[in-house]
């Protein structure tokens, strides 16, 4: 049998459309299901029915008068995709002021083992400490996939860079057989301190034990709690959050005049909340990147409620910085496709206090 071609044409838009729907739904709601037996399949039912049955839509409804469906339905997911594009670039943040490696070699697109690591820059004029040094790693998601010198080689290199303060910001495992060999793993390597909080697969897997592991190797966990630290005689607050996997508390200890505020918390989908309590700055992994990007187009499927918006790197929101780091480890799939594990080294620097003349 062979189809007219206005049905082709009718069942590829439907399909397309269909596919558009099922790519929001994957990114927004599928993703943040608890890990379970059921959620690969409930993904691959969704796919089947939301653009099968999209497609078939297409060979059943007559084609002309039917068309404003799947193309009223593109033209919504456009203008979202524009809507995206114009938050992003009015939150940019600054772009690293130094990367390795510095470009996407395009004819590597397993980058699963090839750490990158990127450098950011940001001062404080309100802040009167000097400047510090800080370490963002996250989604370790220590689970057997990766040789434990991938792991040594990103505590290596985050060690060399001669970190104040060390944030890990989650994910540590997927799998809870994979607790001891975490244990090995993890030590702390900030001159000031380590700090974390858990991510979704540790609430998934075991929190207390996660937590429990996580505290015996010398790392300090904030969940849900504020630490003040001081850094050359400045404030510095720290508090983590782990909403939403640890429910019912939402809010974060207000910023105090004077202090630096700094939030870890997994998922950057807090930011909105957090920059309402006046936080400088919130550090978050959860996103991986996209684990899987297209050169030019970047990450595809993105586990938030805000799909690819806070995807990975620098942004300012409501005043408050946010760094996304991308993470090292994988989930899903043990493979990332130009999209490199990677670690932030965040420079913060602050206008210290003038020495008054009379001091000399
Ligand atoms: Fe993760």
Redesign the pocket.
Same mark, same amino acid.
């Given at each position: 049998m062979v189809l007219p071609m206005m049905d082709l044409v009718s069942i590829l838009v439907f399909a397309t459309a269909g596919f558009g729907l099922f790519l929001m739904l994957l990114n927004r709601r599928l993703f943040l299901i608890p890990d379970c037996r059921l959620k690969r399949p409930v993904m691959v039912l969704s796919f089947v029915v939301i653009t099968g049955g999209s497609a078939l839509l297409g060979f059943v409804l007559p084609s002309r008068p039917c068309f404003f469906i799947p193309v009223g339905v593109l033209c919504l997911i456009v203008v979202g995709e524009v809507r995206r594009v114009f938050i992003r670039r009015k939150c940019a943040g600054s772009s690293p002021v130094d990367a390795k490696p510095h470009q996407l070699d395009i004819t590597r697109p397993f980058t699963t083992n090839d750490l990158a690591c990127y450098r950011y820059q940001v001062s404080f004029h309100d802040w009167r400490g000097s400047a510090f040094r800080i370490v963002l790693l996250s /989604?370790f998601?220590v689970d057997g996939s990766f040789a434990p010198e991938l792991y040594r080689h990103v505590f290596s290199v985050a060690e060399q860079s001669c970190p104040d303060l060390v944030f890990m910001v989650g /994910?540590f495992i997927t799998k809870l057989e994979s607790l001891p060999a975490l244990s090995e793993l993890l030590r702390p390597i900030g001159k000031l301190g380590t700090f974390a909080v858990l &991510?979704n *697969?540790d609430y998934w897997t075991d929190a207390e034990k996660v937590g429990a592991v996580v505290s015996d190797c010398g790392i300090r966990l904030l969940t849900n709690e504020s630490v003040g630290i001081e850094i050359a005689g400045a404030a510095v607050r720290l508090t983590g959050t782990d909403y939403p996997w640890k429910r019912g508390e939402k809010t974060i200890a207000a910023s105090l005049p004077g202090e630096l505020h700094l939030v870890l918390s997994h998922t950057p989908d807090n930011i909105y909340r957090i920059s309402k309590s006046g936080a400088d700055c919130v550090f978050s &992994? *959860?996103c *991986?990147a996209g684990q899987i990007r297209l050169p030019f187009a970047g990450s595809i499927v993105v586990p938030s409620v805000y799909g690819r918006r806070f995807d990975h790197g620098h942004f300012i929101v409501n005043g408050t910085h946010l760094f996304v780091a991308g &993470?090292i480890g994988t989930?899903v799939l043990p493979v990332r496709i130009y999209c490199r594990p990677d670690i932030f080294i965040i420079d913060i620097s602050g206008q210290p206090e003038k020495e008054s003349p009379d001091n000399n």
């Open positions: /989604d998601h /994910d &991510g *697969h &992994g *959860h *991986h &993470g989930t």
